[in-house]
């Protein structure tokens, strides 16, 4: 059976403080809170994951998670 994990990752952020906050490292090596979901997801045996997130974040979002993530399983974007 195919399962599916669903990020909502579209938010502006207008009170974090400039930059994205999706895409803010907090972890110990550089993590973003999003490689804490996903690595649970994948060991649950989800097996896609698809970001639902704006435009004008498209390419930071892919060059920080999305290209990395891709290749362990598989990725969608929505708009």
Known sequence: MKTTLIIMAAGIGSRFGGGIKQLAKMGPNGE???DYSIYDAKEAG???VVFIIRKDIE???KEVIGNRIQNYMDVEYVF
Do not use: P, S, V
Request: aromatic letters at 22%.
């Open 46 to 48: 989800f097996d896609k």
């Open 32 to 34: 973003i809170i999003m």
């Open 59 to 61: 390419k930071e979002f």
